[in-house]
């Protein structure tokens, strides 16, 4: 496996993305995009090589589920980690029945976000999860 280059944050909650953004950052992602419209996001994915999707499922308009379905239906193949505030299990069956890779409730604080991201990138640049994570 090689190390993430480039990692998208579609997320409508800009104060998410920041943070998130900033625990990439610290986790030595390179390159992090993020856009706050889905519908403009799936046609990045399937236009430009993206090591990695980082998508929430409540946003407006287009919600994360429509994105992924979008998606898999023209055979992307992108990693795609659904990160969201639902903790419903029907949300976590759907989103998994559609084709995420995985599936993360979304962090409560900084340091929450900063533990999330080193895990995120270490397991998709080795294949492992960091050892006390």
Known sequence: MSKVQSILI????EHCI????LALNAAGA?????????????????SNPIDLVVLDIKMPKVNGFDVLKQLRGEGDK??????????????????????????????????????FATCLVEYWSTGYVPIGA
């Not at 579609?10 to 909650?13: G, H, S």
């Not at 920041?18 to 953004?21: A, I, Q, S, T, V």
């Not at 390179?30 to 399937?46: D, G, K, P, R, W």
């Open 10 to 13: 579609v997320d409508d909650d």
């Open 78 to 115: 992108t990693p795609v980690i659904m990160l969201s505030g639902s903790s419903y299990q029907q949300d976590i069956d759907r989103a998994y029945q559609l084709g995420c890779n995985s599936y993360f409730e979304k962090p409560g604080s900084l340091d929450d976000y900063r533990k």
């Open 18 to 21: 920041e943070l998130l953004r």
């Open 30 to 46: 390179v390159s992090i995009l993020a856009e706050t419209e889905s519908e403009i996001a799936a046609n990045h994915i399937m």
